[in-house]
């Protein structure tokens, strides 16, 4: 039987409570554009690097590109991890596509021309939220790029059609939760990662069952549950812009 005591959330939070996060923009000085997340013990640096190329399925469309890769740093958490010298893992490819996606999403591709800007996002310090973190950061990184280029009159102006956030949200011991650490995350009922644009749009919702199956109004609860999260993150990456 789980004590009431151990039912508690870490840190005593509320369900709708997010971690303490907080964004350092431009914090890698040699990037095009960058910035640290942390959102509890979890630490994520996104970096945007700015090339004057496309992939080749893109040359001569006049359109750009956004693409992301996405790695754990050996000590990031209590076991190391083993370094992916070749080719990526399927959860490590999974969450780069992710990434890349979620930021296209958002990025005007005509208006940014050819040319192409890389994210990369290296885990610091994992416990749970890692992807969704990520993502978060690189949206303050690749406003910065496209910011560089507008300043540089590269582009005439930002080439982005709004702001993307991603936020964790579950069920556990019955209750909804909002921006799960891996304490909870390892023993969700159901676990969601949801990415939306500041219009309140969905990019994209992974969701899965660990447990048992759960009904629609579940779900209901936890996408309105993250929806209160990722309106604080774009604050939150609004302030941090504002900072740089």
């Given at each position: 039987?789980?004590?009431?005591?151990?039912?508690?959330?870490?840190?005593?939070?509320?369900?709708?409570?997010?971690?303490?996060?907080?964004?350092?923009?431009?914090?890698?000085?040699?990037?095009?554009?960058?910035?640290?997340?942390?959102?509890?013990?979890?630490?994520?640096?996104?970096?945007?690097?700015?090339?004057?190329?496309?992939?080749?399925?893109?040359?001569?469309?006049?359109?750009?590109?956004?693409?992301?890769?996405?790695?754990?740093?050996?000590?990031?958490?209590?076991?190391?991890?083993?370094?992916?010298?070749?080719?990526?893992?399927?959860?490590?490819?999974?969450?780069?596509?992710?990434?890349?996606r979620s930021l296209r999403a958002v990025?005007?591709?005509?208006?940014?021309?050819?040319?192409?800007?890389?994210?990369?996002?290296?885990?610091?310090?994992?416990?749970?939220?890692?992807?969704?973190?990520?993502?978060?950061?690189?949206?303050?990184?690749?406003?910065?790029?496209?910011?560089?280029?507008?300043?540089?009159?590269?582009?005439?102006?930002?080439?982005?059609?709004g702001r993307v956030a991603a936020i964790?949200?579950?069920?556990?011991?019955?209750?909804?939760?909002?921006?799960?650490?891996?304490?909870?995350?390892?023993?969700?009922?159901?676990?969601?990662?949801?990415?939306?644009?500041?219009?309140?749009?969905?990019?994209?919702?992974?969701?899965?069952?660990?447990?048992?199956?759960?009904?629609?109004?579940?779900?209901?609860?936890?996408?309105?549950?993250?929806?209160?999260?990722?309106?604080?993150?774009?604050?939150?990456?609004r302030s941090a812009l504002e900072r740089?």
């Amino acid at each position: 039987m789980v004590s009431t005591f151990n039912r508690k959330r870490p840190g005593d939070r509320k369900n709708d409570e997010l971690r303490q996060i907080e964004i350092i923009p431009g914090y890698a000085p040699y990037a095009e554009g960058s910035a640290l997340i942390s959102a509890g013990n979890t630490h994520v640096l996104c970096t945007a690097t700015v090339e004057e190329r496309v992939p080749g399925f893109l040359q001569n469309t006049g359109k750009g590109w956004v693409t992301a890769e996405y790695g754990m740093l050996p000590r990031s958490s209590p076991q190391r991890i083993s370094r992916e010298r070749s080719l990526s893992s399927g959860r490590t490819q999974e969450i780069q596509r992710l990434i890349g996606r979620s930021l296209r999403a958002v990025t005007k591709l005509e208006a940014l021309g050819e040319r192409m800007v890389i994210i990369d996002c290296d885990v610091l310090r994992a416990d749970g939220g890692t992807r969704t973190a990520a993502i978060t950061g690189s949206y303050v990184a690749l406003h910065q790029a496209l910011a560089l280029l507008k300043r540089t009159d590269r582009v005439k102006a930002i080439p982005l059609a709004g702001r993307v956030a991603a936020i964790s949200v579950g069920i556990v011991f019955g209750e909804e939760r909002l921006d799960l650490e891996y304490e909870e995350d390892s023993i969700a009922e159901v676990d969601f990662n949801v990415v939306m644009t500041d219009r309140g749009e969905f990019i994209e919702v992974q969701g899965t069952a660990e447990a048992k199956p759960f009904s629609r109004s579940r779900l209901d609860g936890l996408l309105d549950l993250a929806d209160i999260g990722i309106r604080q993150l774009f604050e939150l990456q609004r302030s941090a812009l504002e900072r740089d």
